[in-house]
């Protein structure tokens, strides 16, 4: 299908914008315009949502957390350990609500979202292990942060869909607390460079820049087959939470995400994924069509089953 008319209007809008993005000179100065042009699709926290920003020690250094709690919930309250995307370049916790959305007031729930460290300063496996050190320390704080460690989901888009995808794998084998739910948004899962197709269209994420985010990540010792990169290359997914997946028709990515579900279900797993038609990598979540407001209520519906253990019956 073609790509929604208000989509297609919006890129042609902001072509300049981002090209102008893409030939930055300064990586900070492209973060800087990315994250601007990011926060403009926000649609808020939803109403009595209280944040509150954590630093917690990782190798050498520190991180920050934010938990989003909304007002009156009652402790423990189930929580979403939330990883943004931007291609382990781009993102910060602010660009994280954006993908997030308001899912704290709509499930109700806490969400901690993780500001990993990025490529290509820190390439794998540093992403992945600051992913890890945020979610040993939301179990580690749980009562103190008013969590109950037994219903925590985690969740991420795009480049936080694979490290998602990979931390769930961690969790497994490395014997942390298992999630109840991953929840993966247009994620890439197979690192391995993609083909260029001849005259690609520019506007959306191109499998150029995929690319080229992709080598950033995995530097110049990283092996692109290593599962915990590409997670769809694991040779065991048995034993993973139950994943609920949401994959754009027009994304380059969105074969991974639906054979990531092919493979999971032959694993013996549970597991779900919607295919939205008309749009492109992630672009559900600009508030301009209908897509953006039934997407979000069925990621909030999933998450609202899982935590009542409704959703695998």
């Known amino acids: 299908m073609a790509l929604d008319p208000p989509i297609q209007a919006l890129v042609a809008g902001l072509a300049a914008a981002a090209a102008a993005e893409r030939e930055a000179a300064d990586l900070n100065e492209r973060r800087r315009m990315s994250a601007a042009t990011m926060v403009l699709a926000s649609t808020g926290r939803g109403p009595d949502v209280v944040a509150a920003d954590h630093l917690i020690p990782v190798d050498g250094a520190e991180i920050r957390v934010r938990v989003l709690r909304p007002a009156g919930l009652a402790a423990p309250a189930p929580a979403l350990y939330f990883i943004h ?12 609500e954006v993908e997030c959305g308001p899912m704290a007031a709509m499930v109700p729930c806490v969400v901690v979202s993780v500001e990993y460290r990025l490529a290509p300063e820190h390439p794998f496996p540093v992403p992945l292990e600051d992913c890890a050190a945020g979610y040993r320390w939301l179990h580690d704080n749980a009562r103190e942060l008013g ?13 936080g869909g694979n490290l998602a995808a990979a931390l769930c794998l961690l969790i497994r084998d490395d014997g942390m607390p298992r999630p109840v739910l991953q929840l993966l948004d247009a994620p890439g899962l197979d690192l391995r460079p993609l083909p260029i197709p001849e005259n690609e269209a520019l506007g959306g994420l191109t499998a150029t820049a995929i690319n080229e985010y992709a080598s950033n990540y995995i530097g110049e010792h990283g092996d692109p087959q290593n599962p915990l990169i590409s997670p769809l290359l694991a040779d065991d997914l048995s034993d993973l939470p139950p994943t609920f997946i949401t994959v754009a028709e027009l994304d380059p990515l969105c074969g991974q995400g ?48 899982a935590f009542a253990s409704t959703l695998v019956l």
Do not use: K, M, N, Q
């Open 258 to 305: 639906e054979e990531y579900l092919e493979r999971l279900h032959a694993a013996g797993g549970a597991g779900v994924a919607f295919r939205v038609l008309a749009h492109s990598h992630g672009t559900w979540l600009i508030p301009i069509t209908a897509t953006f407001t039934l997407v979000r209520e069925v990621r909030a519906a999933a998450l609202r089953h």
């Open 85 to 96: 995307g931007g291609g382990w370049t781009l993102g910060d916790l602010d660009t994280a």
């Open 147 to 159: 969590i109950d460690p037994a219903r925590v989901a985690v969740g991420g888009t795009s480049a």
